[in-house]
């Protein structure tokens, strides 16, 4: 049974925005939490994490475009996504980590992932 369900994509236009959300187990809670893409052929790769005392770190390719934030009360990470270009295609992963964030969202440093949810741009 899957303990992250990630939900959201769909397909937009580009300049388009959608929120993407992650329910997670409340034993995560503490957890480093964390959003990922993968494309067609390319590697996985971390756009932005959010540790338990509100750090939020994002990959330069999104930042000032996503932001990563957090309902504890619902235990639910969002990622809500603006002006989305083609580029932006992939499908989005959230992923966990007992440990604490690191500065950079790399995919070795996380234990748990959902099952992915597809996010298409079109032009």
């Known amino acids: 049974q899957a303990q992250l369900v990630e939900s959201g994509g769909g397909s937009v236009q580009s300049g388009g925005s959608l929120r993407l959300s992650c329910v997670f187990p409340?034993?995560?809670?503490?957890?480093?939490m964390a959003w990922f893409r993968q494309a067609p052929g390319q590697e996985r790769e971390g756009l932005a994490s959010r540790d338990q005392d509100g750090t939020r770190n994002y990959a330069d390719s999104v930042k000032g475009r996503f932001t990563i934030s957090q309902d504890k009360a619902e235990h639910t990470l969002y990622l809500q996504m603006n002006n989305l270009q083609p580029e932006d295609t992939a499908m989005y992963y959230c992923?966990?980590?007992?440990?604490?964030?690191?500065?950079?969202?790399?995919?070795?440093?996380?234990?748990?992932w959902g099952q992915g949810t597809q996010v298409t741009v079109s032009s």
């Open positions: 409340d034993s995560y809670s503490s957890y480093c």
């Open positions: 992923a966990a980590t007992p440990y604490i964030c690191l500065d950079q969202v790399e995919v070795t440093a996380f234990n748990y």
